[in-house]
């Protein structure tokens, strides 16, 4: 029993410095966007499509990495997600061509949505139901805490070393982070915890089962609700500069 309750405790601390790390490695864009504006001379336009190229990517990734988290091992998924995203991180600071950047920030996008959904089924399969409702209380505080730890990184970076700072420190934790997962994950993730018996409704179809839930009125309210999270996100550094003149670091 006390094993069982360590192995948990492990596999929910691992789970959270995982999540951790994918906020830390796809919002700093954005904290850094103000920089990379004044530091290239570019647009607001140009520098933001990465931004809005990265959202939709992440979404279209999600409807492929689920389906594809179902057939292969969820850590493998995982690892290469993080190794991915890591490795378009370092590259991007080693850019001059928005264009370029761009790119990339879309495909670091995509890279992110290899862990979400392989961490969720990482969870439900290696967890007891009440260990199942800590991860996810915990995995959701890790997300709060990247995004805190990167808007202090951004600024710090920018001071010391420049935007591009911003995503060499993040790009080589990422890879720290991805060598630790694919060692204790292999240790920790083989076979349940628990056996889960999960009944499944064959005779209704998938869309029907949408609209008869009710949660069309949910899914569009999450979706407003994650628009106006992430343009204030995006945009409220810039725009404290363009207003007060403190400088894209301060902001």
């Known amino acids: ?10 596999i929910i601390a691992l789970c959270c410095l995982l999540y951790f790390t994918s906020y830390i490695t796809r919002l700093n864009y954005a904290a850094a966007l103000s920089e990379i504006i004044r530091s290239m001379g570019i647009t607001k336009s140009m520098a933001s499509l ?10 279209l990734g999600q ?32 850019t001059d061509n928005i264009t370029i950047m761009t790119f990339l920030w879309c495909l670091n996008g995509f890279f992110q949505a290899m862990l979400w959904p392989p961490l969720v089924r990482i969870m439900a399969e290696n967890l007891s139901e009440k260990d199942f409702h ?8 890790a997300a709060a805490v990247g995004t805190i730890a ?5 600024p710090i970076c920018i001071r010391l070393g420049g935007w591009r700072l911003a995503f060499i420190i993040p790009g080589f934790f990422g890879l720290a982070i991805g060598g630790i997962w694919h060692h204790f994950s292999r240790l920790l993730i083989h076979g349940k915890i628990i056996e889960k018996q999960i009944t499944k ?7 029907r089962l949408i609209f008869i839930s009710g949660s069309i009125p949910i899914l569009w309210a999450i979706m407003l609700q994650g628009t106006l999270k992430d343009g204030l996100t995006t945009w409220m550094p810039s725009y404290i500069n363009d207003i007060y003149h403190l400088g894209t670091a301060v902001s």
């Open 63 to 94: 409807l492929i990495s689920g389906p594809l988290g179902d057939h292969m091992p969820p850590e493998k998924c995982i690892f290469a997600g993080i190794t991915a995203t890591s490795v378009t991180n370092l590259i991007i600071a080693t």
């Open 1 to 10: 029993m006390h094993s069982t309750y360590s192995k948990a405790k492990k």
């Open 150 to 154: 990167v808007y202090i990184l951004v």
């Open 134 to 141: 800590i991860a996810s209380i915990r995995v959701n505080a």
């Open 50 to 59: 990465a931004v809005t190229g990265s959202f939709f990517t992440y979404a």
């Open 201 to 207: 409704n064959t005779s209704e179809r998938p869309l």
